[in-house]
């Protein structure tokens, strides 16, 4: 079976990798380079939990961190490349008598799910993380959940895929998928490439006119600033996550500080009022962190939907077009499960029971 992927994001490369793993002819494109996208961008946090309490974008983040382990550990073997991965938790720290009120709630909820949860007062959240602010009063820690390199998994993923026979092909754009009877044309600026199924997996670009033969999605982008800082040593030993912002220490002593959340269309430029506002965030929950240099800003465009479910699944107008988009804020979360989803339509004709909640249908696609 020879697939087309459309696009090289976390999203793209995970279907990618996982259909060259199952034995299909994989080509996957990219208007840019892989991995430029939204995924540059993301912190690469692990959270389901925190990202939704309940519905069914809890019931997807849960199905996807319970394969995180071994996707990670299948694609490091597959590529041999390493991968920062660490499920070492996520603290939640209230900064004031209302913010500890709703974390309460938050851990009475997990209770009742039976998540694995524990509730810190002051002292035990300064033993966890000494370097968290004076105003730090109380905290959730959620000991399942973690942090992944997001565009280090991405280039680790396209090199297993393309050793499993997979060609990746940047710098190419689609300029028009058009079904045919057996299958799919993509027109690009490089000539026609026909293909028994694509996948579009275009991220914000999803509603672009290119894929309009097939369907106009309801896909629009969403913003997100954020802060690679630096620092001799970690901040911190686990994600921290407050009301203004959330922090991710890496190894080397990085700390990512995300993110902003604005509704200003294509524009991926990085503002100041973004930065102050992040820094001065940041610094609330980790004052350390204030003398730490900023190593870049990272802009991304997260691919939003009305309800904040993903599209995933076949197009009503062509079985021959799989939609693989829309994750907005949990892309890197989601792809695994994403990835497994679409594998098991295409080459086994299988539809997972998770399908149903990011069934395109629902939008009339
Ligand atoms: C600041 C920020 C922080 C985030 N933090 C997290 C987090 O902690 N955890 C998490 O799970 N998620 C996070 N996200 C969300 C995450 O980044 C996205 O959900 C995810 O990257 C989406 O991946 P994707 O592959 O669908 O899209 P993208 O990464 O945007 O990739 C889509 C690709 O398609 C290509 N493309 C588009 N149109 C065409 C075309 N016509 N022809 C060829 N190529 C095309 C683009 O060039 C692009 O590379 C964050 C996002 C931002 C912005």
Redesign the pocket.
Same mark, same amino acid.
């Given at each position: 079976m020879k697939v087309l992927v459309?696009?090289?994001?976390?999203? @793209?490369?995970a279907i990618t990798h996982e259909l060259a793993r199952r034995g299909a002819a994989v080509t996957v494109?990219?208007?840019?380079?892989?991995?430029?996208?939204?995924?540059?961008?993301?912190?690469?946090?692990?959270?389901p939990w925190i990202?939704a309490h309940s519905g069914g974008l809890l019931e997807l983040g849960e199905a996807s961190l319970r394969r995180y382990d071994a996707f990670i550990a299948g694609v490091r073997e597959a590529s041999g490349a390493e991968i920062e991965y660490a499920r070492s938790g996520t603290l939640e720290v209230a900064l004031t008598a209302e913010q500890e009120d709703a974390l309460r709630r938050d851990a009475a909820r997990h209770a009742v799910r039976g998540i694995p949860h524990a509730w810190l007062d002051e002292a035990a959240v300064r033993a966890r993380e000494p370097g968290v602010g004076p105003e730090a009063r109380a905290g959730l820690l959620l000991t399942d959940q973690g942090?992944v390199r997001?565009r280090d998994l =991405?280039g680790a993923l396209l090199l297993a895929a393309g050793r499993a026979g997979a060609v990746c092909q940047p710098g190419?754009?689609?300029?028009e998928i058009v079904p045919t009877a057996t299958g799919v044309s993509a027109l =690009?600026e490089t000539g026609t490439f026909d293909a028994d199924y694509a996948v579009l997996?275009?991220?914000?670009?999803?509603s672009?006119d290119?894929?309009r033969p097939v369907a106009a999605t309801p896909v629009t982008p969403?913003?997100?600033?954020?802060l690679h800082l630096t620092a001799s040593a970690p901040l911190a030993a686990r994600v921290i996550w407050g009301t203004d912002c959330?922090l991710?220490p890496w190894r080397d002593g990085s700390l990512l500080v995300?993110? =902003?959340v604005e509704h200003v269309g294509f524009d991926e430029r990085s503002t100041e009022a973004g930065v102050e506002g992040l820094r001065r965030a940041a610094a609330a929950l980790l004052p350390a962190s204030a003398a730490a240099a900023l190593k870049e800003v990272?802009?991304?465009?997260?691919?939003g939907t009305p309800d904040h479910l993903p599209i995933i699944g076949a197009s009503a107008a062509s079985s021959r077009v799989v939609f693989?988009?829309?994750?907005?804020?949990? @892309?890197?979360?989601?792809?695994p499960l994403t990835a497994a989803l679409v594998a098991d339509l295409l080459l086994d004709g299988r539809a997972a029971p998770e399908l149903r909640l990011a069934n395109p249908a629902r939008f009339g696609l």
């Open positions: 459309v696009g090289a994001g976390v999203v @793209g490369a494109v990219d208007m840019r380079a892989p991995a430029a996208g939204s995924t540059q961008a993301a912190a690469g946090v692990l959270a990202e942090y997001a =991405t190419v754009r689609v300029r =690009t997996a275009a991220g914000s670009w999803s672009d290119a894929f969403v913003r997100g600033q954020l959330y991710v995300g993110a =902003t990272r802009v991304g465009l997260r691919p693989a988009t829309g994750h907005y804020r949990n @892309g890197v979360l989601l792809a």
